[in-house]
């Protein structure tokens, strides 16, 4: 491993993060992709707003700019499965959306309903950065209904949050 590309992936692997699934659906139809990279913004606003990252290459990218609304949807520690299928590692037949259950808040976006939590967002700018779209977005609802941990994702494999003190 000798270039900076394969030190940074082996040095951002070390990170524990929080798995989510970005949705959007409207006039570029219904797309979803899992993520890692989410960061709150700013709670001072009239909308608070917060971040995600998604390959430009990825459909869900496209679709989002398209749609102009976006939901992030924090999984519990429970649902690898489905940060699997929306990471398109499995092979399941049928759409992405067809084996959990969804509803819609504001925007009508898909939120998951039983993640963790779900931000419903309205699309607010966006800025391509290398191989990433940056969108922020402006939160219009929340959907928090499960008590429980996040899924978090850490030297290439699922784990959860514990206590440590």
Partial sequence: MDDMRDQFIKAMSSAGTTVYVVTTDGTAGQHGVTVSAMSSVSADMDDPTLLVCIHHLSPAA????????????????????????????????????????????????????????????????????????????????????????ALVYSKRSYGRFQEIA
């Fill in 62 to 149: 496209d679709a989002i700019m398209e749609n102009k609304a976006f939901a992030v949807n924090m999984l519990r520690s429970d649902q690898s499965q489905i940060s699997n299928t929306f990471a398109g590692r499995v092979a399941e037949g049928g759409s992405k959306f067809d084996h959990v259950d969804w509803h819609k808040l504001q925007t009508g976006v898909p939120i998951l309903t039983d993640a963790l939590v779900s931000f419903d967002c309205t699309l607010y700018q966006k800025e391509r950065v290398g191989t990433h779209y940056i969108f922020i977005g402006g939160v219009v609802g929340i959907h928090h209904p499960e008590e429980g941990d």
